[in-house]
Structures are given as C-alpha cells and as structure tokens.
C-alpha cells in the first residue's frame, strides 16, 4: 500500500502471505483482546532497518512461516473475511473488555 491503511493488507491475508510491514507509525488493526502479539502474523521491520529485509527474512524459520501462516488464515477467516467476521472482532472485543470490568453496563439511558 501507499498510505497508512491500505486494502493490500487484507488482501495479502486473504492469500496467505505473511505482510511485511514497514510503517513505523502505522497502528495494526485489532486491539490485543483480539490480536494477542502481530509478530505471529507479521514481519514488522523499522523503517530505518529496510535495508535488512532480506536478512530479516532469511532468519524465519520454516517453521515460524508455517505458523504465521496458520495464524493468518485463521485471523483473516474469522474476523476479516467479512462483515460478520467484523462484527464477531467488535463482539469478541466487548465481551474481553465486560469480563475484565472495562465497560460499565449499570447505566441505562433514558
């Protein structure tokens, strides 16, 4: 992509492919009630190091890009896929932040 968000990010998800992100400032999508650590699904590198890519590559494990991979499908399937994948990231949201006592649900508005 060319800007902080781009559709590029899902659709790279969408097959398969592990993103590599480059943008320092950019905010990943998802909170950690829903992504617990992007490093599973992305390879993050600073700006300044981009150089190094392909070090940085070289150094993921066959393992580790099997994993990711796996990671990817199942974030992409249940929660970017589609509206209801959508609205299942804002379910799953609210219902981390209830049981951690984040939201007041004693206030009804009249």
């Not at 990943?28 to 993050?44: A, Q, R, T």
């Not at 099997?66 to 994948?85: E, H, P, R």
Request: with cysteine; proline share 4%; charged share 20%.
């Amino acid at each position: 992509g060319d800007n902080i968000y781009s559709v590029r990010f899902s659709e790279v998800m969408s097959a398969g492919c592990i993103p590599i992100v480059y943008a320092d400032d950019w905010v990943l999508p998802y909170n950690s009630e829903i992504v617990k650590d992007w490093n599973n699904l992305v390879v993050l590198i600073p700006q300044r190091e981009i150089g190094t890519t392909l070090d940085i590559l070289g150094n993921i494990s066959h393992e580790q890009r099997c994993a990711m991979q796996n990671n990817i499908f199942d974030f992409y399937n249940n929660y970017v896929k589609d509206s209801y994948g959508r609205l299942r990231a804002i379910i799953a949201l609210m219902d981390a932040r209830l049981n951690n006592g984040l939201v007041n649900v004693s206030y009804v508005p009249r």
